[in-house]
């Protein structure tokens, strides 16, 4: 079975600090991908990547970066977080044109 | 309007009874996808479906691509069956992968 890790189920950051959310996938997937859930928004698409240091803007990426060193990790950076920030944040990897699998989500608070 | 709009919002179903959950869409797709989450769960993937219909298990994913149109059906409901259901238009973005435009979910309960 694929499995697609995060590096924290809850978060809690001040305004103003740096954050690192961490993703890896074991299944040598090509693709990997960082979204924000909100409600009544549903998700969105921040950033994604298609191989190794490649990386794309998705529809929210503002305030967001992204790092793609190894193929199996993609890390996803708030350079300095704001309270309009805070939201449900999932991974997701996948093959081309495939199917996409989903981390457990991270549960980030901004105070 | 949402590109992708999924109808109802929100549904509640007695055990047992067959549930619709129906999805449209306003773009060109390359697949459909349907998604299941539990609440404070991870996303699992149901179906991908590009024509026609999926089975698997008590769950069936249709999908008429002339009218931009999918559906989930649920036979036999239970109550594990509460979640939030997620349609998502994969859209060619021209490069090795697709873009997923999502609706913004159907949350299910399923009352015993």
């Known amino acids: 079975d694929v499995k697609v890790t995060q590096s924290s189920r809850y978060l809690v950051k001040r305004t103003g600090e740096k954050v690192f959310l961490e993703c890896v996938q074991d299944m040598d997937h090509e693709n990997m991908f960082w979204y924000r859930q909100d409600p009544g928004l549903g998700l969105r698409l921040i950033y994604f990547?298609?191989?190794?240091?490649?990386?794309e803007k998705g529809d929210i990426p503002e305030g967001y970066s992204v790092s793609r060193e190894k193929k199996e990790r993609f890390s996803l950076i708030l350079e300095s977080a704001s309270t309009n920030q805070t939201s449900m944040y999932l991974c997701?990897?996948?093959?081309?044109?495939?199917?996409?699998?989903f981390g457990p989500g991270t549960r980030l608070t901004v105070l | 309007k949402n590109e992708v709009e999924q109808s109802p919002q929100n549904l509640t179903a007695q055990e047992g009874e067959f549930i619709t959950i129906n999805c449209s869409y306003s773009?060109?797709?390359?697949?459909l996808h349907w998604l299941q989450q539990h609440p404070g769960g991870g996303i699992v993937s149901l179906f991908m479906?590009?024509?026609g219909k999926k089975k698997h298990g008590r769950l069936i994913a249709t999908i008429n691509i002339q009218e931009k149109h999918s559906s989930l059906h649920i036979t036999a409901s239970h109550p594990r069956d509460s979640a939030v259901y997620i349609c998502?238009?994969?859209?060619?973005?021209?490069?090795?992968?697709?873009?997923?435009?999502f609706g913004t979910g159907t949350l299910l309960a399923v009352q015993p």
């Open positions: 997701a990897s996948s093959l081309e044109y495939n199917e996409q699998f």
């Open positions: 479906l590009s024509s």
């Open positions: 998502a238009a994969a859209a060619n973005y021209g490069g090795a992968t697709n873009k997923l435009i």
């Open positions: 990547s298609y191989d190794v240091k490649m990386k």
């Open positions: 773009v060109g797709i390359s697949a």
